[in-house]
Structures are given as C-alpha cells and as structure tokens.
C-alpha cells in the first residue's frame, strides 16, 4: 500500500487536486478557497465546503482504507487514531487550524488546538494516525476527541512536507517530515531516527512505498528531479528521476515485488504527465528519463489538454492510472492503460472532448440543488456546481467557449443605450469594481487590463474603496510586477498602485507580505528617480547649446542696411556771388600765413638763444663752488631778459 501525501497544484487555478486511496473520489481546492469532492465515475459533485477567503485551505490528505498489515502488527492501537474510510479527508487553512471533513454527508469538525501559522502539510500514518506541520517549525499529532495529543520541534525553519513511513521493528509509527533535510522520526517517541541530506530546496513533496521514498520540490524548474531514498540507513538517494520539466503532482507504486521495480507518474505544470520504470537494486550513475507518458488532446482545435492530477490504480495488478484533466473547476477523470506485456511502459494519447462551459444558460436554475454543504465556521458563498443534469445539458446543447472577459465585452455591446451622448461612455465604479474582483479571482490577465485602462482618480477610488481585503495584496502584487516588466507604463500603473497604498493603508500595515512588494516598488521609483539630476543637467546644456544656435542662424540671416543720402544735389555751374566770396576768403588766408610765418621766426631765435646759455653753463662747471653758483645766477639771469624783451617786442608787434 502505498501512503502518500501532500497535494497536486493546478497550474490552471493555482489550486489542489487530490484523488483519495481508492481513486473513487477527488477532492479539488480552487482560488476561492471552494472544497469540491467530485465522484470520479459519474463526474457528479458529492459534497462541498462553502468557501471562506479569510482563512483558505493551505493543505489536504485523504484517509487510508483500512491499517495496513504493518499497522496490524503494531503492539496496540493508538487512542488518536482515526476510524479508518477512504470518504474522510483532514485539511490545513491559512490560520493554523486543522479539519476534518466527511465527503459523504458533508460534515466537517474542527479539531481542538491550532498552529500559530499556516499549516503547510498533513498527513496519515498507515494506522490512521493524524500529523500535520507549519512553517512555525513543529509538529503536531490530532485525535478525534482531545485535538492535539502531542507537539514537538521537527526543524528550525518549518516542515514543508510530512508522509507517514509505516512502523519500526518495535511496532512503533514512523513519520517522514521535511524542509531543506529529510528526518525519519519514532512518532511515538519523538526522537530523530535518521537524516537525508535532501534537495537544494524546501521539498515540498514525500511518498513513501515499501521501506522507500520520493521526494521532489514542486513547482521548480531549477530543481526538479525526484529523488529514491531508502529507509536501510543510507543517507544519499539511491537513484533520480528527470521530469525534464517543473512537477505539480507524484505518486509511485510497485509493479513488481522480486525484484523490487517501481513505477512512478510526475504530472508538469504544463499539463503532461511523464511515467518512469526502475528495479530499486540497479545503481545508475545518471537521471533515468521518462520511458512512457500520458497526454489527452482535445477532439476540437483546442490542442493538448492540462492533465490536473495522474494517480496509479490502487490495486497493482492492473496496470491503469487515473487522470484528472480540463479545469479544476469542472474536472473530467479517466483510467488509462498505461503498459504493453510486450514493452513494458508505452506513451498514451487519446482524444476527447472536453468541457469549457462552467455555467451553461440550460443547466444553471438547476446547479447546486444535489450537493451537500456544512456552513458551520465557515463563509457562505453561492457558487453553482455541476451536477450530471448540467452535463447532460451540455453535452446536448451547443459549447460556448468564451472567456469571461469576452462575454462582458458582449454584454457591454448589447446592453441598452443610455441618455448620455453617443461619444461619452458613463464609466460606472461599481462595474470596474466587479471586474477587478473577477480578473483577480480568475487570474484573467486581459480582463485586468481593461481595468488598468481606467485612470481616473474618481472612478479608481472608487473601485479600490469596492475591492475585498483578501485581493488587494494580489492587485499590489500584479500593479508591480506590470510596472517591472514595462516601465513606460508607469503613468498608468502608478495611478492605481498610489491610490491602493492610500485606500488601504490600514489593511496594508498588518500584512507580512507586504515589505516584499512594498521594496520592489521602492527600489523601481528610486532608481528612476535617481536619474532626474543628471536628466535636468543635460536638458539645461542640451537648451544652452540649441539657443546659440539659434542665435546664430538669425546673425547669418540678418541683411547689413546701408545709411543712403535722401536726395543728391550735383553742381552745374558756378555763382558769381560765391566767386566773389570765394576770392575774400583766399585773401584773408594769406594774411594769416604771413602772420603765422613771423611768428614761428620769433619762436626759433628764442629756442637758438636759449641753447647759447646751455653751452656756457656747462663750460664753467669746472670752477669752484661758489663760483660756480654766481656764474650760474650770472648766465641764467641773460636768457631771462632776452625772453622778456622777446615777449614785449611781440606785444608790439600785435598793436
């Protein structure tokens, strides 16, 4: 019997999808937090649990059958057992609280106790003892009556992923947990039994078969083989497997005892399904590579369909594997034959037509009038489900695979024409509000654009004033990561990403999340900001450097203008008057020139005169002192009167 936990992600509504241990039954978690437990023969919807957005189903396992023949061997039964049922699942929410719910009348309890953060695993034990873990680094194991029975430190950062591993040689219960490392524990005891090294990343998946393990990290590209250990005491794995792409979902099974080989299915993100075949004896020195694989095409133009969840038959004789396929919303299942006698494991693909239409017109009065619910605890929600009278009418009326996104656009074409001028569009808050709820519950990228493209402050004030508690870290994260990819959408995106900061600020303050997205939008606007100084700098050089320029265009532009005389007056002949005049004015000038001529005479005897005394002077230098100083008063005394008597005689000459 294989005991496997955890949960397969669907990539398409980033849920859970997980089949019980028979296959019977498959229990699916969507975004809204709806549990669906879906009968996997008719397709009919057994039971469900109404949604509740404040506290969302983080994790889920089903129940075994019955004890395992390990579990009959055990000295004595635990009181925290459970009744054993394959209709009986346990799950984990977002506050740390553990469930139990029966599918079959759709009753769920609440067990007593909780975690202190999300539990991110739960678990059976081959004798239907309960276990879960959180990413506050305990474990803890449930009873149906008292809650929780006992507690204890499983790792320093959290537990990540737990499977029960059968029982030791004592009878005791054995219990795989798992973060960066994988511990073997003695549940009963608490005590650490052995330690594998692990994987490079928090695993987030464990099966465990007959003294063996898988273990794999879901949902990574980077890590993503799936790994053989034993329980022997060997601390390294025995072998690889190579999805060659991210897995969402594993399960193993035993295809033949002697010598030990198994088979193991590892469902991708992108909707495949890869089968692998190893005998756990042989010791390869590479991955083993897939050898088969499972694939359903779609009967119209659709291409290939996303494959939810692959699980092999309980019973290992036949050589099936159960599949759920489509959407999680409206999910189909299928057992296909998996393996030739000849060949061993063989590709599977089939074709068949598959459902789109969530809510058809014909089937929907209908909906949800067969399912059973329990409200106690939790949010109600009015969600229509498929019924087999929903299908049938789907599969007699014509498929309408329109996206939501289209049929509001069709519904914005056909509504009736209101008063408003046929230019201007009322833009009403109330529907971008609708939108922006769909677009994130959904995860419709188009929708949500039309909803970017309103920026008005008004009407994105309102809508954010509109928008539930539990989308706004969703809207914040898809504002940034929009902003990051394309930054020349800043005008637009940061309309909304301010006016959301504003509106739910109070919100804001007590999510943890919060510094992620709040430091990447920081960094975003620090690092253009940071470049506005030397943008400012250039642009003032860039205006300086185009002004001389244009300066410089008009200078050579400019026409040099000429000073141009009015009028030009040119002689003919001359006037007697002005001969007359002409011939005063010579005669007068020539007196002058006498005058003058006399007058430069007088000048240059006074300048020989004066040159005279110069020449004595420096004849008597030779002489005694004070000698010297009567000559000097004798000889500068002589030109003196000779000036004087010069000056007089012009005087005279002037009269």
Known sequence: QAVASGHWKDSNMAGIVEFNVDNTLCATVGLDGLLKVWDTVTGAVRAQRNADLSDKITSLSWCSLAPSEEGKKAKKKKKSAFSASPNFLAFGT????????????????????????????????????????????????????????QRWVASKSGVTALAG????????????????????????????????????????????????????????????????????????????????????????????????????????????????????????????????????ESSGDAGAVNILAARFDFHRANHRA???????????????????????????????????????????????????????????????????????????????????????????????????????????????????VQALHSGDDVLLEECFAHTGETVVRSSLLRLPSQYVIKLLTAVVSKFESNPNRGLQLLVWARLLLMVHSSFLTTVPELSDVVSRLYSLVDTRVSVFPRLLKLSGRLELMLSQISSDTKREDRVDVVAQPLNVYTETAEDPAE????????????????????????????????????????????????GEEEDEEGEDGAPIDGLASDSSEESDDAE
């Open 94 to 149: 977002m506050s740390g609280k553990v469930f139990k719910f029966d599918s079959t009348s759709g009753e769920q309890k609440q067990l007593g106790g909780e975690h202190s953060a999300k539990v991110t695993c739960i678990a059976w034990t081959a004798e239907n003892r309960l276990f879960s873990g959180s990413s506050e680094k305990h474990l803890f194991e449930w009873s149906d009556e008292t809650g929780v029975t």
């Open 165 to 296: 591993a059968g029982h030791t040689v004592e009878g005791a219960a054995r219990l795989l947990s798992a973060a960066s490392q994988i511990t073997l524990w003695n549940a009963d005891k608490r005590e650490k039994i052995l330690t594998f090294l692990g994987h490079a990343n928090p695993i987030t998946k464990l099966a465990f078969f007959d003294g063996h393990f898988l273990s794999c990290v879901l949902n990574n590209a980077e890590d993503s083989l799936v790994s053989l250990w034993t329980l022997e005491g060997e601390t390294k794995p025995l072998a690889s497997f190579d999805p060659r792409e991210a897995s969402v979902g594993l399960d193993v099974t035993v295809s033949r005892p002697e010598p030990l080989t198994v088979r193991v299915v590892a469902t991708s993100a992108a909707g495949r399904a890869s089968l692998f075949e190893h005998e756990v004896g042989t010791r390869p020195k590479k991955p083993i590579t897939s050898t088969g694989s499972l694939a359903i």
């Open 322 to 436: 159960f599949v759920a396929y489509g959407r999680s919303i409206l999910p189909q299942f299928e057992a296909l034959d998996y393996t030739n006698l000849e060949s061993g494991l063989k590709p599977v693909s089939v074709q068949r037509e598959v459902k789109t239409n969530v809510l058809p017109q014909a089937a929907a009065a209908a909906a949800a009038s067969t399912t059973k619910s329990n409200t106690s605890g939790a949010a109600t929600a009015t969600i229509l489900t498929a019924t087999e009278t929903e299908r049938q009418a789907m599969a007699a009326g014509p498929a309408d695979d329109s996206t939501m996104a289209e049929k509001i656009r069709q519904m914005g074409i056909t509504a009736a024409p209101s008063m408003a001028p046929a230019s201007r569009k009322t833009i009403v808050a109330s529907s971008v509000a609708q939108m922006l």
């Open 579 to 626: 001969q007359a005049l002409q011939a005063d004015l010579a005669l007068f000038g020539s007196d002058d020139d006498d005058a003058g001529e006399a007058h430069e005479g007088q000048e240059n005897g006074d300048l020989e005169a004066m040159s005279d005394g110069e020449g004595q002077q420096e004849a008597n230098e030779g002489s005694e002192e004070s």
